[in-house]
Nanobody, 119 residues
């Protein structure tokens, strides 16, 4: 099992910034990707950013240039710096980790943290 604990989030005005953090513990060996997904009310959960163990990061088009994800393989953490926030960024943000057991991927999720962008 992999346990993910998130921190950060909250209420911010449009154009503001927020930082989310996530720490992984447990069976962290062979975690391949770590990153963030989000789910807005009435919508499906979607990728925000995910980073491989090799350091390659994939961003959703909607956040490119505004969000920066950083992963620390030694501390087993992943942070998401969100700048120039927009109301449409409002969602519950989930930390995600994918571990490979042999060739089988296993997904783990944090409990989620609310981000609200509103004036």
């Amino acid at each position: 099992q992999v346990h993910l604990v998130e921190s950060g989030g909250g209420l911010v005005q449009p154009g503001g910034s927020l930082r989310l953090s996530c720490a992984a513990s447990g069976n962290i060996f062979s975690i391949y990707t770590m990153g963030w997904y989000r789910q807005a009310p009435g919508k499906q959960r979607e990728l925000v950013a995910t980073t491989t163990s090799g350091g390659s990061t994939n961003y959703a088009d909607s956040v490119k240039g505004r969000f920066t994800s950083s992963r620390d393989n030694v501390k087993n953490t992943v942070n998401l710096l969100m700048d120039s926030l927009k109301p449409e960024d409002t969602a519950v943000y989930y930390c995600h980790a994918r571990r490979l057991v042999g060739t089988t991927p296993i997904n783990y999720w944090g409990q989620g943290t609310q981000v609200t962008v509103s004036s």
